[in-house]
């Protein structure tokens, strides 16, 4: 099984920053493509950020120049620096990975974390 592990959520005020982390563990051969989503309150889940296996990334619009997503193969981790907050990025932050697993045959799996809540508020 592969778990993801999250941390760095919190209450921060308008125009700070906060930085998120995300840990894969269990049994895996190596994580393809991670990225962050985000949900806020009577909205669908949208893609913040995605990076690749060979580190390049894609971004949503509304945060291009604010946040930084970045991972490191070695500990199986991804993180998303958060700068210039502002109320309308308040939602919960989902870290997503494409895990690639052996049984019988090699897999594919789509893992997801627990959330971690984001606030920015004064």
């Known amino acids: 099984q592969v778990q993801l592990a999250e941390s760095g959520g919190g209450l921060v005020q308008p125009g700070g920053s906060l930085r998120l982390s995300c840990a894969a563990s269990g049994s895996f051969l190596s994580i393809n493509d991670m990225a962050w989503y985000r949900q806020a309150p009577g909205k669908q889940r949208e893609l913040v950020a995605l990076v690749f296996t060979g580190d390049r990334t894609n971004y949503v619009d509304s945060v291009k120049g604010r946040f930084t997503i970045s991972r490191d193969n070695a500990k199986n981790t991804v993180s998303l620096q958060m700068n210039s907050l502002n109320p309308d990025d308040t939602a919960v932050y989902y870290c997503?990975?494409?895990?690639?697993?052996?049984?019988?045959?090699?897999?594919?799996?789509?893992?997801w974390g627990q959330g971690t809540q984001v606030t920015v508020s004064s």
């Open positions: 997503y990975a494409q895990a690639v697993v052996k049984t019988t045959s090699v897999r594919i799996l789509q893992v």
